[in-house]
C-alpha cells in the first residue's frame, strides 16, 4: 500500500517546500485518486475491472479529475470522479496567533489550525457503478490513513466521514448519478510576514511541519 507515495510526481508534490496549502492539498488528493484507480489489482468489486483510469485520455475508461472541470453536458460519457474541498475554515490555537518573532522583528509567524473536507464524487450512469466506486475510494482512503498521517507535512487529523447513498444528478441530459465520499482533515498552517522600514513588504501562507 505505501507504493503510492512512491510516484515521483506524487513525491515531487510532498517534499515541495515542506509544507501544505489548499492548492496543494487537493492535488495530493486527486494524484492518490488517479493512482489507486489506475491499478484494476487494486479492485474490490471485479465488475469495475474494465473501469480504469489512464494518463492518455484515450486509452482511460474512467476520467479523474478536480471538480472545477466537471461540465454537464459530457456528463455520462464514460464513469468520472471528481475531487474537491469544502470552505478552509481556521481556528486559533495560540495567544494572539502568534508562532514567533525574529530578533529584528522583521519577520512575524502567526499560526492557526485549517479544517476542510475532501469530496470525491463518482459520477455514472447506473446507480450501483457510482457506489461500487464510491465504496472502492472508500476502502483505499481509509487504509492509507497511517501513510496520510506520516507522509502529508503538517496534517493533524484525517478521517474518512461519510459515504452517500447514489442520488440523482441534476440538469444533465442523460440520467446520471453520484454517490459521495467525504474525508475530513486538519493541518497547521503558518503565516510569515516580512518588515521592511516599518512596512510590509509580503506575506506568505504555508503549512507547519508536525514535531
Known sequence: MSNF?????LRELLDEEGFLDPVRMR???????????????????????????????????L??????????????RKPAIYIGTSPFQFEKQ??????????DRSIISTTTQCST???IRHITTAADLSLSLATQSIGFFGNIRPYVMSEIPGILA???SQLTSPAMVEDTKIRVFQSNVELKLAFN???????ESLRI???????RPKG
Request: glycine content about 4%; overall charge negative; charged content about 25%.
Open 27 to 61: 492535488r495530493i488528493f486527486l494524484m492518490l485518486a488517479r493512482y489507486h484507480f489506475s491499478e484494476p489489482s487494486n479492485y474490490i468489486d471485479p465488475e469495475l475491472v474494465p473501469i480504469i483510469y489512464n494518463d492518455d485520455s484515450q486509452k482511460s475508461t
Open 94 to 103: 495560540v495567544v494572539d496567533n502568534l508562532n514567533e518573532v525574529s530578533e
Open 117 to 119: 473536507s475532501i469530496s
Open 5 to 9: 507515495i512512491n510516484g515521483a510526481s
Open 158 to 160: 484525517y478521517e474518512v
Open 189 to 195: 498552517t503558518i503565516w510569515l510576514t516580512y518588515i
Open 63 to 76: 476520467d479523474v479529475d478536480l471538480d472545477f472541470t466537471y461540465n454537464s453536458e459530457e456528463i455520462g
Open 201 to 207: 513588504k509580503s506575506i506568505m501562507f504555508e503549512g
